[in-house]
């Protein structure tokens, strides 16, 4: 099992930027694709960003991005720290949410990477809220 810990987020004036971490302790090794979801009041969780390894030796990565934070958001990794980021920029009040970080135990391709049953493990949640 993979524990997952996010922290960064808060109270930040539109236009202004944020960068959400998500550190990862546990069977780390076996989260090869991760992402980040967000709920915001009285609506479904939805997808934000996913970062996924790739190629035969798991050596290269893939992102994918929901489209309305395309351009904005960028999900990186750091496998040394076995941290995942978000750095967002150009926030507006519609991104306010909580925002999830989560793990799955195999890659994903193309649209499963946006499927929040396929991923396994989930963190606790970071609130963003963007003020117009």
């Known amino acids: 099992q993979v524990q997952l810990v996010e922290s960064g987020g808060g109270l930040v004036q539109a236009g202004g930027s944020l960068r959400l971490s998500c550190a990862a302790s546990?069977?780390?090794?076996?989260?090869?694709?991760m992402g980040w979801f967000r709920q915001a009041p009285e609506k479904e969780r939805e997808f934000v960003a996913a970062?996924?390894?790739?190629?035969?030796?798991?050596?290269?990565?893939?992102?994918y991005y929901a489209d309305s934070v395309k351009g904005r958001f960028t999900i990186s990794r750091d496998n040394a720290k076995n941290t995942v980021y978000l750095q967002m920029n150009g926030l507006n009040p519609e991104d306010t949410a909580v925002y999830y970080c989560?793990?799955?135990?195999?890659?994903?391709?193309?649209?499963?990477?946006?499927?929040?049953?396929?991923?396994?493990?989930w963190g606790q949640g970071t609130q963003v809220t963007v003020s117009s």
């Open positions: 989560a793990a799955r135990g195999d890659v994903c391709s193309g649209n499963d990477c946006y499927r929040a049953a396929e991923f396994g493990s």
């Open positions: 546990g069977r780390t090794f076996s989260s090869p694709a």
């Open positions: 970062i996924t390894w790739r190629g035969a030796w798991l050596t290269g990565s893939r992102t």
